[in-house]
């Protein structure tokens, strides 16, 4: 079946460690993105990426790098820099519309905690 | 600028009544329009979208939503909520290179 796999689902990692979190999709789509989501929160932008080798800063990408070096894979990693990075992650990839981005398909997400 | 509102952070309903969430857009054309929903724990699943044609869109799970050019909005309904419905519902509307999305509206049911 086709869809968005993120792994790995939990991750614990303690302070000034850099981590990364996967995300690989099969559905042929140009678009991928990393949401962060806190508790109560709705969803703030990391990056993200319309092609291959080509990527944006969305609107909380400070901590955050991410590659864009496959189509299917868009991994994030967390980066020591980041301040608060205990949350929940999402990975999406959408497919773009004459109009505007299209329909979001989402992983199940990572839920990160710092120790 | 391109936004999306979601006045009602927090809505609870009876089960068996009807649900009405409200979304309003700030949109330079005609947008594309999505529903999402989101259990505690998961990723988002699409309820409904619009595109175009018929302003009264169809969804999975006994949802239906209204895109209303004139207001600018895009309100979800059920004409009679489950107790599985509880959980976090966001509106957003397709920009240029990304969706936008509202803050989102948590879904309380009572028995």
């Known amino acids: 079946d086709g869809g968005i796999t993120q792994s790995p689902k939990y991750l614990f990692r303690k302070e000034g460690q850099n981590v990364t979190l996967s995300c690989e999709q099969n559905?042929?789509?140009?678009?991928m993105y990393w949401y962060r989501q806190d508790p109560g929160q709705g969803l703030r932008l990391i990056y993200y990426s319309q092609i291959v080798n080509d990527f944006q800063k969305g609107d909380i990408a400070e901590g955050y790098s991410v590659s864009r070096e496959k189509k299917e894979s868009f991994p994030l990693t967390v980066t020591s820099a980041q301040k608060n990075p205990t949350a929940f992650y999402l990975c999406?990839?959408?497919?773009?519309?004459?109009?505007?981005?299209?329909?979001?398909?989402f992983g199940e997400g990572s839920r990160l905690t710092v120790l | 600028a391109q936004s999306v509102t979601q006045p009602d952070i927090h809505i609870t309903v009876s089960e068996g009544a009807s649900l009405e969430l409200r979304c309003n857009y700030s949109?330079?054309?005609?947008?594309?329009l999505f529903w999402y929903v989101q259990s505690p724990g998961q990723g988002l699943q699409l309820l409904l979208k619009?595109?175009?044609?018929?302003?009264l869109v169809q969804g999975i799970k006994g949802f239906e939503a209204e895109f209303k050019r004139s207001q600018s909005s895009f309100n979800l309904r059920k004409p009679s909520v489950h107790w599985s419905d509880a959980a976090e519902y966001f509106c957003a509307v397709g920009g240029t290179d990304k969706l936008i999305f509202g803050t989102g509206t948590r879904l309380q049911v009572f028995p």
């Open positions: 999406a990839s959408s497919i773009r519309g004459a109009r505007g981005t299209g329909e979001l398909f």
């Open positions: 949109y330079g054309a005609t947008p594309y």
């Open positions: 559905l042929n789509h140009d678009a």
């Open positions: 619009y595109f175009s044609g018929d302003t």
